[in-house]
């Protein structure tokens, strides 16, 4: 894998920590408040994994 598909899982990775975090702060307003932590927890591991990609993406030369 090289450096830009590193860079776009981690886009992808960040996408969907973002879509889980706000739909952990809509469920914890809800009567569904019970899911938050699960969807907060979802969108924690999400981000980890785009900081993941992007530090493999760093140790990646820059394709000329």
Do not use: C, F, P, Y
Not at 51 to 62: F, Q, T, W
Request: aromatic share 4%; glycine share 4%.
């Amino acid at each position: 894998m090289n450096r830009k598909q590193q860079m776009t899982l981690a886009h992808a990775a960040m996408v969907r920590a973002e879509n889980l975090a706000g739909d952990a702060e809509r469920a914890a307003h809800r009567t569904d408040h019970w899911k938050a932590e699960s969807l907060a927890a979802a969108g924690s591991l999400w981000a980890q994994i785009a900081r993941s990609h992007i530090v493999i993406a760093d140790a990646l030369r820059e394709e000329d």
